[in-house]
């Protein structure tokens, strides 16, 4: 009798831990960073990589896209969040050399250039691919990517253009952007929107469900209820009022989004 019950609880731990994907691996984690550089034509960029040292194989890749301030603290501290689940992240420099904004008319004028022409924004992604798939860590069968507002609207675009992602996350990004294309998207969806976001209104929203809806696209649109723009970064409050601009942050939605982003891809890596 005592050696059953010893079994079913033996039985118990090990489905416990395998339901939980990649965050069961997390146990004891010794998270390795690392500044990288790549070029694309005559500009270099300085990426950031964070991944777990005591993790042995291969394993999915995240590549994790600034707000349009740029590759600061906050793209580099979910890049070892991403770390600690179990991924191989990869924080992109989109404006080259690792420049940032130090407020928004700066912001605008390093961003202008991806909403005159989009494609850019697959371009450097692409660059991007290239160097996550280099490390003997990454798994490249399965390579995600998330964004912050300008990196949402990054990542959303060069799923629709092409990228060769599994899935995007956009965290209240943009909603304007390219057409979506039936024969070009990939990637799984998940749009992570501020449910009182006032740069992104209803409109946006409507057509870029109407758009993914028309082609079939596989998608899920969450909206978390009174949550201003860049709800999920906690020094958007104080710039906010610094720049008197509508972004606060909004704790219960930042947790709400990342566990939904942790679920999309637990579901996308058990498939």
Known sequence: METRKIIYCLTILIMASLSTGLEAKTTGSKIKEENITYQVGNTVYNGFIAYDENLKGKRPAVLVVHEWWGLNDYPKMRARQLAGLGYVALAVDMFGEGKTASNPTEAQTYTAPFYSNPQLSKTLIDAALVKVKELDQT????????????????????????????????FHGGLKGVPADKDLLKASILVCQGGSDKFVPQSDRDQFRHQLDSIGATYSFIMYPGALHAFSNPAATELGKKFNLAIEYNKSADVNSWNDMKKFFNTLLKK
């Open 139 to 170: 798994d490249p069968a399965h390579i995600f990517a998330i964004g912050y507002c300008f990196g949402g609207a990054v990542v959303l675009n060069a799923a629709k253009l092409g990228a060769e992602l599994n899935a995007v996350v956009s």
